[in-house]
């Protein structure tokens, strides 16, 4: 029964890696939710395969886009 569950979530998280190759980082970073309370960013951006800092710096870039970030 273990084995049967563990196998299907491999295939289930190959093929979600394989449709996550095809997203930019915008589109990668829209996916995030911080407020989440049983996955923190950093996991979610560790699943995402995004670098937290990135995430951040997307994030400062859209909020302060009028201002400007540098």
Known sequence: MLTKIVGKMTVEKEWLEKKLK????????????PKLENLSVSQQCGLLNLNR??????CCRTLLS????D
Do not use: A, M, R, V
């Not at 997203?23 to 939710?33: A, P």
């Not at 800092?53 to 997307?58: E, G, K, M, N, R």
């Not at 009028?66 to 970030?69: A, K, L, R």
């Open 66 to 69: 009028p201002i400007g970030c």
């Open 22 to 33: 095809n997203l930019g980082l915008s589109d990668k970073k829209q996916l995030i939710e």
């Open 53 to 58: 800092s990135t995430f951040y710096w997307l």
